[in-house]
């Protein structure tokens, strides 16, 4: 379901959840150049440990874990298949390591931090931004409406295959495709109108 | 209560031949404490309450809230007239409730404590306290028309415009957000067709073709509003 598309802000505690939101934003930046850089077998193998590790100081439920690594198994193993049948099984495990890595990093990310507080660092990092004219608070309110859009939009994709369902319509990508876009423009539509009313626009 | 006039406003979308006049001559000074809007689809509710905090423009004449026109102060005007919409899915901001809640806040000046405090007391007032940190998207239906209200509401304005805010909730959460808005020291005007919803209503506006065709107690209103569906 919708609901477990993307990981939500698990509230507690831990170390990792006390790390101001800027440390984490910034540690998942230089882990990504990191992992540009080192993808050796003996290196990823590292960089699992790491996060592992990571999640096991944030005590988050190991279900949250084991979630984002079905999902990810989707495009990870045609993409190990492929690696493999194309390059070398280092290769393999360099390329999709080093994404599954990542992808479970910035999950842990988003996870142990909440939303508001990742949107005040972006409108602080963005500051610079102003003397080009630029909003910065525009610019967080433009990441805070991302990560919701996610959520609706897979909600509505539900909707509309259940719509198709209850009509006795086979899946056609099209049949899919039009009313999602549709019903995701009149939201558009409909949360601007919102947005304008709650001063956003003032 | 506030003041809000609506002077001689007329309003049309389009133009040439997809013109159409959704407005026509519209003359009234709200100031009482209950107001009801009714009348048939496309008969100009939606545009008109969108007029009320400047969200709509007005083609002809001019609307004032306390004497702020709704075009030059908009907004100031926006500050003082919360708006709730029908679908709450597209009015929440944030991923979970405690922060949409105080997305409204951003932007007003207040200290981080200042608002952690009012979103947590709009987060006890509104029956929300035990989902502070849910994920917006899954509330039902109810929970999330609430969450839409506390947003508006935790920034304190002194008019709640509402368009149609029970038309996708079931009976029970129709009531609840019936007995939520009777609580409020807001002015209301309340755009609906559930006509219940309007016992106890000051006042209530019947719209047909974009005019105000009749304008009264509810009963009487209620009344005209079912002859007029019946001619
Ligand atoms: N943004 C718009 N552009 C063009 N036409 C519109 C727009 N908004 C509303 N209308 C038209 O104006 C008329 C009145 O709409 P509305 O005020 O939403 O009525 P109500 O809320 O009473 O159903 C309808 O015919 C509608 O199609
Ligand atoms: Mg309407």
């Not at chain 2, 008969?43 to 008109?48: A, D, L, Y």
Request: aromatic fraction near 6%; include cysteine; hydrophobic fraction near 50%.
């Amino acid at each position: 379901m919708a609901g477990q598309a993307v990981p939500l802000f698990h509230p507690g505690t831990s170390l990792v959840h006390r790390l101001g939101a800027g440390t984490k934003l910034l540690s998942l930046l230089v882990a990504g150049v990191a992992l540009t850089v080192w993808r050796a077998p003996w290196q990823i193998a590292v960089a699992f440990v790491v996060v592992l590790a990571a999640y096991a100081v944030a005590r988050l439920p190991v279900r949250l874990l084991l979630r984002q690594v079905v999902r990810l198994a989707w495009i990870a193993v045609p993409l190990f298949a492929i690696q493999l049948l194309l390059a070398s099984w280092q290769a393999a495990v360099g390329v999709v390591g080093s994404f599954v890595a990542l992808v479970l990093l910035a999950g842990l990310v988003t996870l142990t931090t909440r939303t508001t507080a990742m949107v005040d660092v972006v409108v602080r990092v963005a500051g610079w931004l102003r003397r080009f004219g630029v909003d910065p608070e525009r610019v967080g309110l433009m990441l805070a409406l991302g990560i919701r859009s996610v959520h609706v939009v897979l909600g509505l994709a539900e909707e509309v295959r259940d719509a198709q369902y209850a009509r006795g319509l086979r899946a056609s990508p099209r049949a899919f495709a039009v009313p999602l876009i549709v019903r995701s423009l009149r939201h558009a539509d409909r949360l601007g109108e919102a947005l304008a009313a709650r001063g956003i626009d003032d | 209560m506030p003041e809000i006039r609506v002077d001689a406003v007329s309003h049309a979308f389009g133009d040439g031949a997809t013109r159409r006049q959704v407005l026509r001559d519209v003359d009234l000074t709200l100031v009482e404490d209950r107001i009801g809007v009714v009348g048939g689809n496309g008969s100009g509710k939606s545009t008109f309450v969108r007029l009320l905090n400047g969200l709509i423009h007005p083609d002809e004449g001019r609307v004032t809230v306390d004497g702020l026109d709704t075009v030059r102060d908009g907004r100031e005007v926006r500050r003082r007239v919360g708006f709730c919409f029908t679908d709450p899915d597209a009015q929440i901001v944030m991923p979970t409730v405690a922060e949409d809640i105080a997305f409204g806040l951003r932007r007003r000046g207040l200290s981080t404590a200042e608002r952690e405090e009012r979103t947590r007391a709009a987060l006890t007032a509104y029956g929300l306290e035990n989902h502070a940190d849910h994920p917006a998207h899954l509330l039902s239906g109810g929970q999330k028309q609430l969450l839409a209200l506390a947003s508006v509401l935790v920034t304190d304005p002194d008019v709640l415009v509402l368009d149609e805010p029970t038309t996708l909730l079931d009976l029970r959460n129709a009531a609840m957000v019936r007995r939520l808005v009777d609580g409020l020291r807001q002015q209301v005007i309340l755009v609906t067709h559930h006509l219940d919803l309007l016992d106890g209503f000051d006042r209530v506006l019947v719209f047909d073709d974009g005019r105000v065709v009749h304008d009264g107690a509810p009963a009487e209103a209620v009344a005209a509003y079912r002859d007029l569906a019946m001619r």
